[in-house]
């Protein structure tokens, strides 16, 4: 069972994902990301489905970052955004960011292959244990979910939560 879960994206770009618990310093994690002194997504993984659903994401944000047409200020930012599937990017933040009072947190890391993130600096700046990236989906809050991404009973017969949450993620850009 692994801590981190890291993966190619990009030919040469990698993606680092962290899972935290009873983590104690949310407020003081999310004041460093705000003033850009933390150099990841801080992520809410109550409305993650899956380590899957961030891949996207971060996918898509390099994407848009490399061809000039990100719609927010950062790479992390447009990860969080991206995890969204509404073009509201304040809204992106409340149901995707950590909140002040959060007890959990997934941190995600871009980075280039042959310059590694201090994954020990990480661990240091979290107050928290850290966790099996896999184990995201035990904290899902599915009815807030389902409720967010307007997830319809029909569509959970003929498919995953996950396939109906990535779907919506996909597509925001086309409706």
């Known amino acids: 069972m692994h801590l981190t879960q890291e993966l190619e994206l990009h030919p040469g770009q990698r993606v680092t994902q962290m899972l935290f618990i009873d983590v104690k310093n949310a407020a003081e994690l999310r004041k460093s990301a705000v003033e850009g002194k ?3 997504a801080l992520i809410n993984p109550k409305m993650l ?19 000039g047409k990100m719609k927010t200020r950062s790479l992390f930012s447009e ?3 991206n ?3 509404t073009n509201n990017i304040s809204e992106a933040f409340k149901r995707f960011g950590i909140s002040d009072g959060d007890g959990s947190v997934l941190v995600v890391l871009v980075h280039n292959q042959d310059d590694p993130p201090s994954l020990s600096d990480i661990i240091r700046q979290v107050d928290g244990q850290q966790a099996p990236v896999d184990d995201v989906s ?11 991404f307007k997830i319809t009973p029909q569509e959970e017969k003929i498919g995953t939560l996950l396939d109906a949450v ?7 850009d086309v409706l």
Do not use: E, W, Y
Not at 141 to 146: Q, W, Y
């Open 79 to 81: 990860i969080i955004f």
């Open 166 to 172: 990535v779907c919506r993620m996909a597509i925001k």
């Open 49 to 67: 489905v899956s380590p899957f659903q961030v891949l996207v994401a971060a996918t898509k944000a390099l994407h848009l970052q490399n061809i």
């Open 83 to 85: 995890l969204s599937p």
């Open 138 to 148: 035990s904290l899902s809050d599915t009815a807030k979910i389902k409720k967010f």
């Open 38 to 40: 933390f150099n990841g």
